[in-house]
């Protein structure tokens, strides 16, 4: 799965990080439950979440993202900006098949993010190992375009700083803490996930906070762009 390119190793795979992270018993509580893609597994992780999105194992940029929920007796899924209803889980999981392909996806239980001016807000962190050891490139906010439920750049979305941006969706109370928690938990992941694939030298964490307050690792990209 792994190629070597300038930046050191590249993982493709999200499903192998996502194993590596859930060894580690300070992470796993903050990683969505992920399974991989097949129609009974829709089912049951709808039946348990309500919503739940569904992405491609290989790929980054929010590409292929599709958003999957209950609605009222029926069911939806909404990819870019169009959704489609169904009555039936069985017409559902037809459109969505016929979506997905053969291409190995994910489903993930869907997070209700803290939103800026009713528009989801996620966070970017680019942690980079140099000559000095590891650091941070940068720490930012990114607010989704309005009607999208996806945040990223390529996607229209809007960049603000983590700062600002935890401030905007939380309030400014909430910063050093919530910035805090997100260095920590980029600390431990890249220990777990360098001795799992040593020679990695390029992270990029992708980060939501729920509602609640609470700190979601999304997905880590070992050649982020």
Known sequence: MANHNHSGRQLASKWAKTEALMSHPGI????????????????????????????????????????????????????????????????????????????????????????????????????VKGARGWEYRSMVGRIARRGLFVTNLSQGGQMVTASNGIAASLGSSQVKAKKGRMRELTVMSTRVLEQRFPGISHLGFDYGIDRQGKLWIFEVNTRPH
Not at 74 to 88: E, K, L, N
Not at 108 to 117: P, R
């Open 28 to 127: 796993v509580p903050h990683i969505p439950p992920t399974r991989r893609y097949s129609p009974s597994q829709l089912r049951m992780m709808l039946d348990s979440h309500g919503f739940v999105v569904v992405k491609p194992v290989v790929g980054s940029g929010g590409s292929g993202v599709i958003k999957v929920f209950r609605d009222g007796v029926g069911f939806a899924y909404t990819f870019r900006d169009r959704t489609t209803r169904f009555s039936s889980f069985d017409g559902l999981a037809a459109g969505l098949g016929s979506r997905v392909g053969r291409r190995p996806y994910l489903i993930q239980k869907g997070i209700q993010l803290a939103t800026v001016g009713g528009r989801p807000i996620d966070y970017r962190v680019k942690y």
